[in-house]
């Protein structure tokens, strides 16, 4: 990585300018952070199929008329995507309880949500990303009123994609994290990841986590897992 500027650096990521002013190359590392960042660690290959993952899913979606911020995967650990500005929120979508919900609510992970449920998180490290409601997100000036409607809009549609995706390749998709980004235009489309690092992946049959549960939870064959979700991706994308 020789003379690069580097933007950002974040747990999983950097992020370096390119010669094109409206591009960022993104540099997917092996580092794992979990429970803001209490847990620390790393895995092999976790950059590269991270980073493989991702662009299989984003170029999914954005066939599927999810505009992305990815315009080409250029290594094994990097990809070119467009600038934008991130909304400081994370979205999450639910389709079963698990992880911080199932522990808040006391229900069983596992259990399925007769409804898509949508968490909004505001992203501060410091904080330890607290959920938070729609008029917090606008007292913070993280988002307006008409543009959380857009957020939860994509991030149903995306949802409903992955569902179906997930599905055909018999994994089931219990919840996942977005982010979305700003373009100078005004114009919010996907930015970030979409990985085993960020959904929660359980195989159809057995139930197997395939997913980061496995570094969180110290369940062992963490690459293993993330290897598996590539290969059935790439099998199912790549036909
Ligand atoms: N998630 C994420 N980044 C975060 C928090 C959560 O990608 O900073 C993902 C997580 O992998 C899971 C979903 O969002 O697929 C819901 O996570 P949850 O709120 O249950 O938190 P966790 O149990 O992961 O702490």
Redesign the pocket.
Known sequence: MENRTLLYEGKAKKIFATENPDHVLVYFKDDAT???AQKKGSFERKGELNNKITSLIFNYLEKKGIPTHLVEQVSDLEQIVRRVDIIPL?M???NYA??????RLGVEEGTKSPVVIF?L?Y?KDELG?P?INDHHAVFLGAATYEELKELYAIADKVNSLLIQLFDKIGIIL????IELGKLPSGEIILADEIS??????WDKETMKKL???RF?RDLGSVTEAYVEIYERLKSKLEA
């Open positions: 979990a429970f803001n994370e999450v979508v639910r698990a992880g911080s919900m199932a522990q968490d998180c992203k990303d959920l219990v919840d996942f994290k085993p690092d960020t959904c929660r992946l997913d980061k549960d969180r």
